[in-house]
């Protein structure tokens, strides 16, 4: 078994990350690999009893939304800020898993692990996610979609952990929605997911649109021509989103794996594309502490 080191401040981390140790957070994917022997550290670093408040709290900065790596995403889920300003955010957390995998797995952690079938990943590509490193030289920002460079890839330096993730609050988006397609109802790693947001006129037609998909390629794929096809179209004509379905089956190239092939993952991408005007789809809520 590894030796557990237990720090105190946000320095004593730092000073561990740059000596090669690795970090426990919620351990739900860490565990797994040190028991398929993917990886053997001989060290754990524990954040059980760090003091450093940024890890694992969220805060209201003005326009953005800041997110400790270390919150789990039951805290996220039960959050009055992320509810108000992120529901397609909770909607995927709430498929993530199993209650105890969410009680104990991090946002940090889901990102980190940067698969394509990643939960949280495709919600946090359409809402402009920001990743915050810190290292003993200081701290930086990048894009979520900059970061994930692969599956299992990431642009972190060896010494630096991920610290914080910042989300602009949206108020461009009137409607939020993720879905999931897999093997079951529950428990289910992902076939193919699809995050999307979408901002309406007043009667009604698409001004707006953010869409981004899951499973679908190496890292979480956008597809902006698309969403151009689905600019002006009225939520309520199935022909503009027919049309729209058409254009993301030509628009991807996805993966094939154990789980789905090519052809299927293309033509499910075009069916998640249809359901957005047969709803219901989540609607932003409004005003201070709206849940």
């Known amino acids: ?12 981390l730092l000073d561990l990350k740059a000596q090669g140790h690795t970090i426990l957070a919620g351990g739900t994917d860490l565990f797994v690999h040190m028991r398929n022997k ?19 709290e969220v805060a209201d900065t003005g326009d953005e939304i800041c997110i400790g790596a270390a ?15 992120f529901p397609v955010l909770i909607q995927a957390l709430d498929t993530l898993g199993s209650p105890q995998i969410r009680n104990m797995g991090t946002l940090g952690g ?20 920001q990743v915050e490193l810190a290292g003993k030289n200081g701290s930086r920002r990048m894009s979520l979609s900059r970061f994930i460079t692969g599956p299992g890839a990431t642009g972190l330096n060896p010494e630096e952990i991920l610290y914080r993730i910042w989300i602009p609050k949206q108020p461009s988006y009137d409607l939020h929605h993720f879905e999931k397609v897999g093997h079951r109802k529950s428990l ?48 309520d004509d199935p022909a503009g989103f027919i049309l729209a379905a058409a254009r993301i089956r030509e628009e991807v190239s996805p993966i094939s794996d154990v789980r789905a092939g090519a052809d299927y993952r293309r033509q499910v991408a075009g069916n998640l594309v249809l359901r957005l005007c047969q709803g219901p789809l989540e609607p932003l809520k409004q005003g201070p502490g709206a849940v």
């Open 188 to 235: 289910s790693i992902a076939i193919l997911s699809m995050a999307a947001l979408i901002g309406l006129t007043g009667d009604r037609k698409i001004r707006a649109v953010r869409l981004a998909w899951g499973s679908l390629g190496k890292t979480i794929a956008t597809s902006p021509e698309t969403e151009k096809r689905l600019m002006g179209t009225p939520m």
């Open 1 to 12: 078994m590894p030796a557990v080191i237990l720090p105190q401040t946000l320095d004593e």
């Open 38 to 56: 993917k990886i053997q550290p001989q060290t754990l670093v524990c954040l059980d009893q760090l003091k450093d408040k940024g890890l694992r």
């Open 110 to 129: 889901n990102i980190m692990t940067a698969s394509p079938a990643g939960d949280s990943l495709p919600p946090l590509y359409v809402l402009d996610a």
């Open 71 to 85: 919150v789990t995403h039951s805290r996220l889920i039960q959050n009055p800020l992320v509810q108000q300003h």
